[in-house]
């Protein structure tokens, strides 16, 4: 059997053959419809970083929830990122704002609400301060010579007691100890009355009474006021 030889018109019709079969593959290939391809036509990793045109990807083509803590990059999100707003209290995790990530001055006074903070320790001396109470004292009283304290012209649970000797008297006050005093004689125009006051107690009125001793030329029994201090 004699072997087919090579001729023109064979190289010609093979030549013509090939250019139609690839010219109709690359016109098959431009001429796609739309929609054409899908996620099932993607192999895997077949879509990277390097393949999406920038701001390709907007936030309608995200789904809700699709970007999670895990995707995102340390240092990613910057204050510059962060919408006007969009961090609110309900976004923040319990524990998630310390007192290291709060700038200096970043909390004024404007932004406390006055019923959640209690008083501040130094500020409980000002309660005990005879300078704040100078104005309005806690307890005082006016008491005749006898002991007798006038109610009408009297502040707090005052109680008096007349001493062993004439001219002294124990006083005391419900609630608290006083840590400060001032007496003056009810002087009614005549002699020469004076008054003193000791705190701390003494012999005759121990504490935590108030010893008040009240003079006329010498130890004597007569009216005073008396103001007493926490």
């Keep these: 059997m004699k072997k087919p030889k090579l001729t023109y018109a064979n190289v010609v019709s093979t030549l013509a053959l ?28 077949a879509v990277v970083a390097d393949k999406i045109r920038k701001n390709a990807v907007t936030a309608p ?46 909390v004024t006074g404007a932004q406390i609400a006055e019923s ?10 000002a309660n005990t301060a005879t300078f704040s109470e100078s104005g309005n004292p806690v307890a005082f009283a006016a008491v005749d010579q ?6 009408a012209n009297s502040k707090g649970a005052i109680s ?3 001493g062993k ?15 400060g005093a001032q007496v003056t ?12 006051v000791t705190l701390g107690g003494t012999a005759s009125c121990p504490a935590p009474q108030v010893e008040v001793q009240t003079h006329n030329g010498g130890p004597a029994k007569a009216p005073f006021y008396v103001v007493l201090y926490r």
């Design 160 to 162: 008096v007691k007349e």
């Design 18 to 45: 090939f250019l139609a079969l690839t010219g109709a593959t690359a016109f098959a290939v431009n001429q796609l419809p739309n929609k054409s391809i899908g996620a099932k036509q993607l192999r895997p990793g």
């Design 146 to 151: 006898n002991g007798v304290v006038d109610t």
């Design 116 to 125: 959640t903070v209690g008083q501040v320790p130094a500020a409980n001396h």
């Design 185 to 196: 004689p009810r002087y009614n125009g005549s002699g020469n009355l004076t008054a003193y």
């Design 61 to 106: 083509k995200l789904k809700a929830e699709a970007v999670k803590s895990g995707k995102i990059a340390s240092f990613a999100v910057k204050e510059a990122k962060l919408a006007n707003g969009s961090v609110t209290n309900l976004k923040l995790a319990s524990g998630s704002v310390s007192t290291e990530k709060i700038a200096p001055d970043a």
């Design 165 to 179: 000797e004439a001219g002294i008297y124990c006083v005391a006050v419900a609630g608290f100890s006083p840590r």
